[in-house]
């Protein structure tokens, strides 16, 4: 069973920055695409980004391109999420999750197994 825990978030300035951290304990990431997701309080949960096993394809909502960048280094088993310029819109819960075949980039959540319990992120003045 793959466990992952979600790192990173908090309350930050629009403008401002975070970096969220996607780690796996007694499992290897490195098998798996992994995905970023988030809710907000009353929406549905949205993909925001993906990365494939390998770190060579990723894949953003339209949402957040030019702003977030989603690396892996599988050395350290751990999937990031850099998030620049926030708005408050970004706000939510972020959860990363995992399941695709290992070069799969896509952004449906029902093709993910395995999920986080989330890391709240607050975009507020």
């Known amino acids: 069973q793959l466990q992952l825990v979600e790192s990173g978030g908090g309350l930050v300035q629009p403008g401002g920055s975070l970096r969220l951290s996607c780690a796996a304990s007694?499992?290897?990431?490195?098998?798996?695409?992994i995905g970023w997701f988030r809710q907000a309080p009353g929406k549905e949960r949205e993909g925001v980004s993906c990365?494939?096993?390998?770190?060579?394809?990723?894949n953003y909502a339209d949402s957040v391109k030019g702003r977030f960048t989603i690396s892996r280094d599988n050395a350290k088993n751990t999937v990031y999420l850099q998030m620049n310029s926030l708005k408050p819109e970004d706000d939510g819960v972020y959860y990363c999750?995992?399941?695709?075949?290992?070069?799969?980039?896509?952004?449906?959540?029902?093709?993910?197994?395995?999920w986080g319990q989330g890391t709240q992120v607050t975009v507020s003045s």
């Open positions: 999750a995992a399941g695709l075949p290992l070069e799969a980039v896509r952004l449906d959540l029902w093709e993910y197994d395995y």
């Open positions: 007694e499992s290897s990431l490195e098998y798996y695409a």
């Open positions: 990365i494939s096993a390998s770190g060579g394809s990723t």
